[in-house]
T-cell receptor
Framework: GAVVSQHPSWVICKSGTSVKIECRSLDFQATTMFWYRQFPKQSLMLMATSNEGSKATYEQGVEKDKFLINHASLTLSTLTVTSAHPEDSSFYICSAPQQGSTQPYAYTFGSGTRLTVV | AQKITQTQPGMFVQEKEAVTLDCTYD???????LFWYKQPSSGEMIFLIY??????QNATEGRYSLNFQKARKSANLVISASQLGDSAMYFCAMREGRNNAGNMLTFGGGTRLMVKP
């Protein structure tokens, strides 16, 4: 089946530093990638939608200068949390719609990145 | 307004019994899809079952079935013969539009299911 590889699985960084999270589609082309954030005991909230070769679309309240999204190829989308602060500590997870598969409704999720900012 | 509502923050069920997790949704789009995902403590999202808005029959996948009541805008998940491994967070989600191309999933608040031995 379709796989999205997400790295790193977990990361601890110091306040003020930047962290890059990668989502790579291994066996299909992901023209779109959805980036979600999940705080403890809460639901997944969409942060932004990236499309290959164009600027990402951010949800209301998400700082585009803080959460930089790049989708330069059909198999790689990245999220960079710049100048991270403790309140950015969360679980970040990406999701790509499977296109051209026998299950046109399916979405493939990465395994998630648990970010802790100290 | 909430598009997906899960009114049960937590539920207990006895092992081997059936359990129903509630989900109601709100959309004006005639074409949509409804999903249920399981999220264990590891965080991965495990797809369980899907129901399209035009599907005439309720979806079933093994021990999972979706009780789709379109007029009431509800899409409850039924898990039969609960197992200890079913203990996890369960999310109901909706995609508006005919297919997934470019269309995000909107998630409900989740229900934590705990299966008692």
């Amino acid at each position: 089946g379709a796989v999205v590889s997400q790295h790193p699985s977990w990361v601890i960084c110091k306040s003020g530093t930047s962290v890059k999270i990668e989502c790579r589609s291994l066996d299909f082309q992901a023209t779109t990638m959805f980036w979600y954030r999940q705080f403890p005991k809460q639901s997944l909230m969409l942060m932004a939608t990236s499309n290959e070769g164009s600027k990402a679309t951010y949800e209301q309240g998400v700082e585009k200068d803080k959460f930089l999204i790049n989708h330069a190829s059909l198999t790689l989308s990245t999220l960079t949390v710049t100048s991270a602060h403790p309140e950015d500590s969360s679980f970040y997870i990406c999701s790509a719609p499977q296109q051209g598969s026998t299950q046109p409704y399916a979405y493939t999720f990465g395994s998630g990145t648990r970010l802790t900012v100290v | 307004a909430q598009k997906i509502t899960q009114t049960q923050p937590g539920m207990f069920v006895q092992e081997k019994e059936a359990v129903t997790l509630d989900c109601t949704y709100d959309t004006s789009d005639p074409s949509y899809g409804l999903f249920w995902y399981k999220q264990p403590s590891s965080g991965e999202m495990i797809f369980l079952i899907y129901q399209g808005s035009y599907d005439q029959q309720n979806a079933t996948e093994g021990r999972y079935s979706l009780n789709f009541q379109k007029a009431r805008k509800s899409a409850n998940l039924v898990i039969s013969a609960s197992q200890l491994g079913d203990s996890a967070m369960y999310f109901c989600a909706m995609r508006e539009g005919r297919n997934n191309a470019g269309n995000m999933l909107t998630f409900g608040g989740g229900t934590r299911l705990m299966v008692k031995p």
